[in-house]
């Protein structure tokens, strides 16, 4: 297919395009989350984790696409679907293969993901804002400062400082409370 | 804390790829020996992974809309034309019984398969008819309607009688989608819209006529009566005027696919002026700053549309163009021989000016590029800039540049002057591996905006009845661009140094009522938080000059109380109240408009 035009896109930080043309295979995938006792709810959710562990792979130096965007979307869906069943016997976990491996890492990776996501979700409007614009949009502490209304550069940094702190604790309890 | 930010630092310098390979084999030493160190290193990772998700899920969610629309389309699509089809050959097979009962001879056998093939075309012509139809019938006109549904949706719920709250009336457009548009309101507000600029809830674009209407609130009074109030979040704004803009077609509520320019008429500019967006709970508005990310969507639209400047505003393409623009210095003869000197001035001019340590700092290794795109207008000034850059800052560099660059003679095509587009692509080579990066779009359009206005001045357009309240001597500007419709506000944060007080007290006799609060020296509406008699303004600066405003309503009549004040530390307030109708409300308020400075 266009498999290698939807990498390209990727690779220009078109993302959003990317992963539109990748909803083709939405149907897909819907069908194997409907067909395992999921709604259409779950598997829209299933196929957004899918696409966010496609996305953070193709961000890593070492990975190579071996089989097609299908291919692999359709594998990590079904291991997003387990884990969220928490469905895995010991004998399964013994067969999976050195692929198999690295996916179910990559789903369980994912699960400390979602923490932080959480965690940073449960923080305040400017805290999640200075953090979003320092992390993704790569804005100077000045600039923030100015767009912010801090009265200067420190202080927006002091406060960069502060939010991450907060966010952590979050995190941590998130973990405790999880295990 | 001290540890945690020098962990902090230094997690991030090493996960940038920012240390030496002395410093890093160092870092991970730490790493191996610190647990806290460790516990640090591998929290930030998970909330680095945290933070992406949000992004990556936007994206995710914009591309599942997109995906839903457009599928949906497609079936709307299959649908019409199977109905078309079916029409067809309907009205083919009536035909043929016409034509049957004079000639019996046609074949019935080929009436299926012709019918089929038509349907596509017959879409289109019937799609085009309906256009041309419209544009012809309905000229532009314009009316007032009584009543806005948001207002009174954000009026206190509590009334049940027929008095209305003297609201003020949408000033109301029919525009037609295929064309552009300059509105002109009757209190200074201009906005401009582009062709093709609605979509309906489902995504798609709209056709045809639109109903557009807007509101203004320049006047203390009107937004005392709408019930309006300028905060974001709990702080103060000062406020540059506010609209509510809503369009429509068909009594649906119409969505932007671009962006729209609203300019704000305003006596003086302040600076720092930003749009915000109104989101209203509790009958009381909270305003959102309209993100960065909308900004950059805008410069988009400013990208000139060919055909609305078909007198003032003519692009040609460089390479087309008969004669081309002249770089100081190139004074060399012929076409080609002028195209190559500018060719080579420019990059020397890019090369000499572009401060390449900024690649450097980035420790950037192998080859890359960064493409500068503008135009050169009519005065041989450039404008329109921007870049296609592996890092914003680079990219920002590039548009530093540009902007230094001289004025040239402009392009000339049939002996006038015109604009030519022009790009210049900028190869750089360092030592090392060539690694692949994501490329960045950065744009700046502060020379481009004025330039462009310019030539919006000189369109027609479209003007409602009523007096301009501000003669047009005093017209300054806010020129500010959306992509949503709703609540719209052009507003600045107001901090002040001044020892702040809590101002909080107990009013008797209030229940019900709106107590709201107007400053002396700014342009700005707060509202009480009211509980148990008791109204709560946060904290203010001490011994500023407030307008208090409190408006009950009983059954039909409205009760106003005025009170001027100095904000300070008080438990208790007395009111007079005024017994009003509808009109003297307004008339009182409107006496309100005088009270701010100017």
């Known amino acids: ?179 | 804390m001290e540890k945690f930010t020098k962990n902090i630092d230094a997690i991030e310098a090493y996960l940038k790829e920012q240390l030496s390979y002395e410093e890093a084999l160092s870092f991970e030493q730490d790493l191996e020996s610190d647990v806290d160190f460790q516990n640090d290193f591998a929290f930030h990772k998970a909330f680095l992974g945290g933070v992406k998700r949000t992004s990556l899920k936007k994206d995710i969610q914009q591309a599942r809309k997109l995906y839903t629309t457009k599928r949906y389309f497609k079936i709307g699509i299959l649908i019409t034309a199977v109905l078309v089809g079916f029409l067809l050959v309907y009205l083919l097979v009536l035909k043929t019984n016409d034509n049957n009962s004079q000639d019996s001879q046609l074949p019935k056998k080929e009436l299926p398969s012709k019918a089929i093939i038509v349907p596509p075309v017959s879409i289109d012509s019937i799609l085009n008819d309906t256009i041309i139809d419209r544009k012809e019938d309905i000229p532009v006109e314009k009316k007032s309607l009584k009543g806005n549904k948001h207002i009174s949706n954000a009026k206190d719920s509590v009334e049940s009688s027929h008095v209305d709250w003297p609201v003020k009336n949408a000033v109301h457009f029919v525009l037609l989608s295929e064309k552009d548009t300059i509105l002109k309101l009757p209190e200074g507000t201009q906005i401009k819209i582009k062709a093709n600029s609605f979509k309906n809830s489902k995504g798609l674009k709209v056709q045809g006529v639109v109903d557009f209407r807007v509101t203004e609130y320049y006047k203390i009074s009107d937004m005392l009566l709408a019930n309006l109030s300028t905060t974001s979040e709990g702080e103060i704004l000062e406020t540059g005027g506010m609209l509510f803009v809503e369009a429509l077609k068909e009594g649906e509520n119409l969505e932007l696919d671009q962006s729209i320019e609203i300019s704000f008429p305003c006596k003086k500019k302040e600076k720092d002026m930003q749009l915000f967006t109104g989101e209203w709970s509790d009958s009381e508005v909270n305003w959102v700053l309209v993100e960065e990310e909308d900004e950059l969507e805008n410069l988009e639209v400013m990208e000139p549309v060919s055909e609305i400047f078909e007198e003032a505003y003519v692009e040609v393409p460089f390479n087309l163009v008969e004669q081309p623009p002249v770089f100081p210095g190139c004074q060399e003869e012929g076409r080609e021989a002028l195209i190559s000197c500018f060719n080579e001035k420019m990059k020397a001019f890019f090369l000499e000016k572009f401060n390449l340590s900024i690649a450097e700092e980035l420790k950037f290794t192998g080859k890359f590029s960064v493409k500068v795109f503008f135009k050169i207008d009519a005065e041989g000034n450039v404008f329109n800039v921007y870049a296609h850059a592996p890092d914003k800052k680079l990219g920002k560099e590039a548009l530093r540049v540009a902007h230094l660059l001289p004025q040239m003679s402009p392009a000339k095509q049939r002996d006038k002057e015109v604009v030519v587009p022009y790009f210049i692509p900028l190869e750089f080579k360092f030592p090392g591996k060539t690694r692949s990066r994501r490329t960045f779009r950065v744009a700046d359009d502060s020379l481009y905006v004025q330039s462009f206005d310019r030539k919006w001045m000189e369109q027609d357009s479209i003007k409602a009845s009523g007096k301009s309240s501000v003669s047009s001597s005093e017209i300054l500007q806010y020129v500010m661009a959306t992509s949503k419709l709703g609540w719209i506000n052009c507003d600045r944060f107001v901090k002040s140094q001044k020892e702040k007080v809590k101002y909080k007290f107990k009013l008797k006799n209030a229940d019900g009522s709106k107590v709201s609060l107007v400053f002396k020296s700014i342009k700005s509406i707060l509202r009480g938080k009211s509980n148990n008699n008791y109204f709560d303004f946060g904290e203010l600066p001490k011994e500023e000059e407030v307008m208090l405003v409190v408006i009950r309503k009983v059954g039909d009549t409205f009760y106003l109380g005025l009170k001027e004040e100095l904000v300070r530390d008080i438990s208790e307030m007395e009111l007079d109240f005024k017994e009003l109708d509808s009109a003297s409300l307004k008339q009182e308020l409107e006496k309100l408009n005088t009270y701010l400075e100017e």
């Open chain 1, 1 to 179: 297919m266009n498999d290698k035009k939807i990498l390209a896109l990727f690779k220009n930080g078109q993302e959003e395009k990317a992963f539109l043309k990748l909803y083709a295979l939405y149907p897909r995938i819907e069908k194997l989350i409907l067909s395992k006792g999921g709604t259409k709810n779950d598997a829209q959710d299933v196929f957004q984790e899918a696409l966010i562990i496609l996305h953070r792979n193709l961000e890593k130096t070492n990975f190579k696409l071996i089989s097609s965007f299908y291919t692999y979307l359709y594998s990590v869906s079904r291991f997003v679907w387990k884990d969220i069943q928490k469905g895995y016997s010991k004998q399964e976990l013994m067969d999976f293969s050195k692929e198999e491996t690295e996916m179910f890492q990559d789903v369980l990776e994912e699960r400390k993901y979602k923490l932080a996501e959480k965690a940073f979700s449960e923080l305040g409007n400017r805290c999640r804002q200075l953090l979003q614009l320092f992390y993704l949009k790569d804005w100077s502490f000045k600039v923030i400062a100015t767009h912010m209304q801090f009265k200067s550069e420190k202080i927006a940094k002091n406060q960069k400082y502060k939010c991450l702190k907060k966010v952590k604790s979050i995190y941590e309890t998130l973990i405790t409370n999880h295990s």
